[in-house]
């Protein structure tokens, strides 16, 4: 590192990942936030549908990096910050398509709507929430992230300090659990 302690825009970038990580020391990773936000986000833009949106992505990218700051392996701060971007772009693509999807199935005209069908639908959402709320709370939001928000397991591994072992586990104990609880709603269960 260099001698002037005070002055973090002389540092090289390993200096800096080094004093943010090791330290913890918020200067550091002002630095390094002052240094790529711009890239990030210009990027970012270029990707997305609006400036709040790219700010946003942008926003959770550097949350991220603090939150994470003890346990990521970061060699090259870039090439770290540009994975982040790419992966949070392809996560977002996918929450769009999946809740595009959604909306196209609201706005179709239904087949074959009756009163028992809606009874009955209301009936499972009903079972299913009261048997998610049952489960232990990490179980239920982990499983409430992968499924209802679209959710990869490394992004729940990432938020919640899980391994990705640990987030399947408690899907898994989700899943079956509802398979138990559901078996007279659903056939296939």
């Keep these: 590192m260099k001698d002037n302690s005070s002055n973090f825009s002389l540092y090289e970038e ?19 936030y002052k240094r790529f936000w711009f890239k990030l986000y210009s990027a ?11 700010e946003e992505l942008i926003q959770t990218i550097f949350g991220k990096l603090w939150a994470n700051r003890r346990k990521a392996q970061i060699s090259n701060v870039g ?5 982040s971007l790419r992966n949070s772009l392809n996560d977002l693509q996918r929450r769009k398509v999946t809740a595009e ?25 009903k079972a299913i929430d009261k048997t998610l709320r049952e489960l232990p709370e990490k179980t239920e939001v982990v499983f ?12 729940i591994a990432g938020s919640m300090e899980l391994t990705e072992k640990a987030v399947e ?4 104990k989700a899943i079956k659990l509802l398979r138990q609880r559901l078996r007279g709603y659903l056939p296939f269960f």
């Design 44 to 54: 970012a833009l270029k990707r997305t549908t609006s400036q709040q949106e790219a």
């Design 144 to 155: 409430r992230l992968s499924r209802f928000e679209n959710k990869s397991v490394r992004e």
């Design 79 to 83: 090439a770290y910050l540009a994975i």
């Design 169 to 172: 586990y408690h899907i898994t």
């Design 101 to 125: 999807k959604y909306r196209q199935a609201l706005d179709a005209p239904p087949l074959t709507n009756t009163t028992e069908e809606d009874v009955n639908r209301e009936l499972l959402l």
């Design 14 to 32: 390993n200096d800096l990942v080094r004093a943010f990580q090791e330290n913890e020391d918020i200067r550091a990773f002002e630095e390094i």
